[in-house]
């Protein structure tokens, strides 16, 4: 367990697996699950994978190493700490779907070419009794010039009541300031250890 959350293995050793009790085309009780990873209807020869979904996440950080984070209003991890971020729609960009989440969740607009990549990490989504895999793709952007803190920024925001109970500022300067922070995700907790070992210039590509 990292900052509370359940590592990848633990969650798989949780008693939550997807699965079908019938195939969705012909109603044959013969699905079989290969692996976690598809089904296959003998029956029928319905074929489904079990593909990964996309999300992505930014890091807005102020010149005094705070970050913007919002705190959850809703499962999975409900009151804990994320950056801003979300599932990829269809057809669209990892940059297109910052600027979508940042407008939908803050209430800001960012331009695609504000964003910048850092890295990706896999993570473990489960909602509803549901578990989606998915690959986290994180961005860092700069504080918006006309405003002189991550303080200053939350006061002109207008977060998504439904996704964001409310928004504060961390400093982080460290991992152990990463360790102490309840956050929702490991895999965000693994982004900022290479946000800041990138900043150290520890961290070769």
């Not at 803050?106 to 890295?119: A, E, P, R, S, T």
């Not at 009794?129 to 920024?153: H, Q, R």
């Not at 925001?157 to 956050?183: G, M, N, Y």
Request: net charge negative.
């Amino acid at each position: 367990m990292i900052n509370g959350m359940k590592t990848d293995t633990e969650t798989q050793n949780s008693d939550m697996q997807n699965d079908f009790k019938m195939c969705p085309i012909c109603g044959s009780k013969k699905i079989k699950n290969q692996e976690n990873r598809k089904w296959i209807c003998p029956d029928c020869g319905f074929d489904l994978y079990k593909n990964v979904a996309a999300a992505v996440g930014v890091i807005i950080e102020d010149s005094h190493k705070n970050i913007l984070f919002e705190v959850r209003a809703k499962e999975p991890r409900n009151g804990f700490l994320a950056i801003p971020g979300g599932f990829i729609d269809f057809d669209e960009s990892a940059e297109e779907a910052l600027c979508r989440e940042c407008f939908e969740e803050l209430g800001v607009k960012f331009d695609q070419n504000d964003f910048h990549y850092i890295c990706t990490f896999p993570n473990t989504y489960p909602y509803k009794k549901i578990e989606y895999k998915t690959c986290d793709i994180f961005f860092k952007a700069e504080l918006p010039k006309k405003y002189n803190s991550i303080d200053d920024f939350i006061k002109a925001l207008k977060p998504e009541q439904s996704e964001v109970l409310t928004l504060c500022s961390k400093r982080v300067a460290t991992e152990e300031d990463i360790e102490t922070l309840p956050l929702a995700f490991e895999s965000s907790a693994k982004a900022l250890k290479k946000y800041l070992a990138m900043q150290k210039g520890e961290y070769k590509r």
